[in-house]
């Protein structure tokens, strides 16, 4: 076992937010249990991250229920780790590097929410740390991004009219660009599929 599948924030703390309803795939865990099948078809360690912010009060706060996977996400087996993080990556806060190093794994393959922020955080440190890093793109997902001078508070009608407003493709287009060929291999689910010899 060389490589690991690392499944970051797929989370019912998103769906506890009003922005939920403009996620760029609300059925994002249904890519995602694709993606767990075939890393366990093929042997693959599987490591779950959670998103957590405790003592906040807001829906990152373990005490207010929220900090565990979507419901229809396939649940964690045997030894599949469930890590709990409280910076974007998914390495600084947590004691990933060395459940990898454990297991002799040098490749990376991530999926999760949000696409340009924790899980191409995690991709580019990835990168620097010496992974080999697949981004699969299809298996993220995010939200528009506010313009930095939009009011933090501002309801979803507001960010959806605001002109300045960076859509949820763009963001992704945008990750996929800035990853590609520098610190990851871009992907889709069904191009690994394909890969392991599933039909489509």
Known sequence: MTRALIVIDVQESFRARPLWETISDPKIADKVNRLVRLARRAGDQVVWVLHSEPGTGGVFDPALGQVRLLEEVEPPMGDEPLIHKTSHNAFTTTNLQQRLTERGIHELT?????????????????????????????????????????????SVAALLADPRTLPAEEVIRRTEYALAGRFATIATVDELEAAAGLPA
């Open 110 to 154: 991530l999926c999760g929410i949000r696409t340009e922020q924790c899980v191409e955080t995690t991709a580019r440190l990835a990168s620097d740390l010496g992974y080999q890093v697949t981004f699969v793109v299809d298996a993220t997902a995010t939200n528009p991004v506010p313009h930095r001078d939009a009011p933090e508070d501002q």
